[in-house]
């Protein structure tokens, strides 16, 4: 395997104690000895279907010790008013907050608890297929070491070295779409007491139409705080409908001190909270914001791409590492069901390209709807008509975001059923500014009509 992050650790761990031989090579070095790198990582949201997989390894409460319960959106109006925009019903609907590093750590330590062997300072820099040999580098003292496979498992990452070496002996129909938006991460450290200084329960949102800001909790009293802009500012277009300012962009505030001078007029209960931002804001990077499609995650029966290397996609459902466990799930089932590699490889891309393709898809939306529109009366009033339609016919109506997160339902069917339910909720509040008088036998046969009942066992 090529990649020690969280997929490749996972799957890792789930092969080898399903008796594999797993070779793992990471470029980096032993995060557990150098620590994590800081200022890259949008902080993780694990849903249930990563804590499915987590199950699958014996590795759930090992690593829900390291996360924080987060029951909604909190949102921050600019106004000034906040308002928890909850996740599901009730607590047993949440999600919850991880710092990669730490989860990284945990799952490091589970798959060499299975067998797996991890090879650190190993940069994957060529691979024969035909003679089944993979190069890697060393760049601590610039050798390089030739290693015999029987497989290669990709699962290095947006960037991955394997794909490249795949691409060059077979079309993947790789093409990568960005999003004209990046980020800077930032941190509110712990108040003065050690705890945490806003409601820690919840990811924080402040919504400012074209550009936003969120923060996610750690264990340790510390909030992750991610700046999304867009790459180059917006100026008025002179409609008056901008909310409240054009949007800046990375080309107008480009360094400490106009990123404080924006805080302050933006986001300004944030800004009073994180004492380190000109220096963080200086000296972390800009991440930049991207989907990636291929076509083909396979090289006959030689490799096989998984999470990130196989469909990165942009933040803003939480679903990215959710999704990349469940494809660890699923190639070590379609291992273990045939002896013919190019086939399980075959079955395992079948089943989740068209998810994958899915959930990139509600991911993109996720972030309209995040900037745009959790402070947006039209989208408050649907939000409100679809939970009062889950609860009638809880059989046949279930938010999206409640399909994508608190069950195992393929993503393809969760994009399909959510696009249902948005056009029946925007025909139902057409016009309507409150529920008040609301013709609800109507709206119960259009559910009935036009949504079948739920699938079982989701």
């Known amino acids: ?175 990568s779409e960005f999003l004209g938006h990046s980020y800077k991460e930032l941190e509110i450290p712990p108040g003065p007491d050690g ?91 800009t991440g930049v914001l991207g989907t990636l499609y291929l076509d083909r995650w396979h090289l006959d029966h030689r490799a096989v791409l998984i999470g990130d290397a196989a469909h990165a996609m942009v933040p803003f459902h939480g679903q990215g590492m959710n999704c990349a466990f469940e494809d660890c799930v699923a190639l070590a089932h379609h291992l273990l069901q045939t002896t013919d590699r190019n086939e399980a490889f075959a079955g395992f891309q079948a089943e989740r390209l068209p998810n994958a393709r899915a959930i990139q898809q509600m991911a993109l939306e996720n972030y309209l709807e995040m900037r745009d529109h959790v402070d947006d009366e039209d989208y408050l009033l649907q939000r409100e008509l679809g939970n009062r339609l889950a609860e009638r016919h809880p059989t046949r109506f279930l938010p999206r975001y409640s399909m994508v997160t608190f069950t195992h339902m393929p993503y393809a069917i969760a994009l399909e059923r959510g696009d249902i339910q948005r056009q029946l909720l925007v025909e139902l509040t057409h016009d309507r500014t409150t529920l008040d008088g609301f013709d609800w036998d109507a709206a119960d046969a259009l559910v009935e009509a036009r949504l079948p009942p739920l699938p079982e066992n989701i």
């Not at 990582?41 to 390894?57: D, F, K, M, T, V």
């Not at 960037?159 to 790789?174: N, Y």
């Not at 700046?227 to 300012?245: C, E, I, K, T």
């Open 1 to 175: 395997m090529v990649g020690a992050g969280l997929a490749g650790a996972l799957l890792a761990t789930l092969l080898a104690q399903r008796g594999w031989s797993v070779d793992v090579y990471e470029k980096r070095g032993d995060l557990r000895e150098l620590g994590y790198e800081r200022g890259r990582s949008i902080n993780l949201a694990l849903a249930e279907r990563g804590r499915h997989a987590l199950r699958q390894a014996d590795a759930d409460d090992a690593v829900m010790a390291k996360t924080v319960m987060m029951r909604g959106r909190m949102v921050h109006f600019a106004d000034g008013h906040l308002d928890l925009q909850r996740y599901g019903r009730d607590d047993s609907e949440v999600i919850w907050s991880v710092h990669r590093g730490e989860l990284n750590e945990v799952l490091l330590n589970i798959a060499e608890q299975a067998g797996a062997r991890i090879h650190f300072h190993h940069r994957l820099d060529s691979v024969d297929f035909d003679a089944r040999i993979a190069r890697f580098g060393d760049d601590r003292n610039d050798t390089v070491r030739e290693i015999h496979f029987e497989t290669l498992v990709g699962a290095d990452g947006a960037g991955s070295s394997l794909r490249q070496a795949m691409a060059g002996v077979c079309e993947l129909d790789e093409r």
């Open 195 to 285: 705890g945490f200084q806003i409601e820690p329960h919840a990811l924080h949102i402040w919504p400012r139409g074209r550009y936003m800001c969120i923060a996610l909790p750690n264990d340790e009293g510390t909030f992750t705080v991610t700046l999304f802009l867009p790459n180059h500012a917006v100026p008025d277009d002179g409609s008056g409908n901008q909310r409240p300012h054009p949007a800046p962009g990375f080309d107008t505030i480009t360094n400490g001190a106009q990123a404080r001078a924006f805080f302050d007029r933006d986001f300004p209960d944030a800004s009073k909270l994180i004492p380190a931002l000109e220096h963080d804001f200086d000296h972390n990077p």
